[in-house]
């Protein structure tokens, strides 16, 4: 594929970014011509405690601090230019992580931000949500969260699919950035008033029978969409599976032996089209493999 594409990747130098930093530069290293670009955010409110308390002394220590951390941020550039043959630059910037990372990937403009899952302070984002989260929440752009050092490209993709334009940019997108990786649609459904059925005194077998309906329905739903895509028929698989979304989702990235899990931002039942939907941010918090959330569908 000779398309080139924009990467930025953040870090906070914990080893969570450091796995998205060489993840990363192996995308940008499979689309030749793809400009990677390594960014750092100095916190804005961490400099004003250091003013408060060191006073005059202030301006110097940031001036080190600003130093130092270019220094780290060009030497793990390098690091990775030379190992991944790839050209990558180099961005210090100040203020708020969220609205930093959203800014510039707009600025350049970002084709994909990669990001660990979880950064350095670990509790604090397991009580207060992640900053890789809140990007999502408020980022139109791909967000790839990345959990595990890279071992090899990606080879299997899970795509949950609920047959909403969210659903097509997640197994478009996938397939723009690894044309040669197995894609994998799971479409899980559930019959919406199957407790009520039951609690009415419908049998077992009229159950089914809604049960099986549904399952025709999804199956045509399925058809339809794959109409949709721009994927090669052999690179799709098709799993239509009654229960839950979340919890077939999780057991499917298992059985499957997925090594990315590809989703839309929300699905069809959401009103606000930037929030997070509850699947996504569930399985972006229970799931093993990494996560690629697209964009917003254009």
């Known amino acids: 594929m000779t398309a080139s594409f924009s990467l930025l990747a953040a870090t906070d130098f914990s080893a969570p970014a450091r796995h998205a930093l060489e993840r990363a530069a192996q995308l940008a290293a499979a689309h030749p011509g793809t400009q990677l670009t390594l960014t750092h955010i100095v916190s804005a409110s961490m400099l004003a405690r250091l003013r408060g308390l060191m006073r005059d002394e202030a301006p110097a220590m940031e001036a080190r601090a600003a130093d130092e951390t270019q220094q780290a941020l060009t030497e793990l550039a390098t690091r990775l230019s030379t190992q991944y043959a790839c050209p990558i630059d180099t961005r ?29 302070n670990f509790v604090r984002e397991f009580l207060l949500g992640s900053t890789t989260e809140r990007v999502l929440s408020r980022t139109r752009r791909p967000v790839l969260a990345v959990k595990h050092r890279p071992q090899g490209a990606y080879r299997r993709v899970l795509v949950p699919v609920d047959f909403s334009v969210h659903a097509v940019a997640a197994a478009q997108t996938a397939h723009r950035w690894l044309p040669d990786a197995e894609i994998i649609l799971l479409h899980a459904y559930e019959v919406d008033i199957e407790s009520t059925l039951r609690f009415a005194g419908i049998s077992d077998e009229q159950v089914h029978q809604y049960r099986a309906r549904a399952r025709e329905d999804a199956l045509y739903s399925m058809a339809q969409f794959v109409a949709r895509l721009s994927i090669p028929a052999g690179q799709l698989t098709r ?59 254009v």
């Open 92 to 120: 210090l910037s100040l203020g708020s992580a969220l609205d930093a990372i959203t800014d510039l990937a707009d600025e350049l403009p970002a084709d994909l931000l990669v990001m660990g899952a979880r950064g350095a």
């Open 239 to 297: 799993h239509v599976v009654h229960g839950a979304p979340t919890l077939r989702i999780l057991e499917h990235e298992q059985s499957l032996d997925v090594d990315l899990i590809a989703m839309g931002k929300h699905g069809q039942s959401t009103l606000e089209e930037l929030l997070l939907g509850s699947v996504t941010k569930h399985v972006l918090a229970y799931c093993s493999s990494d996560v690629l959330v697209a964009g917003h569908p």
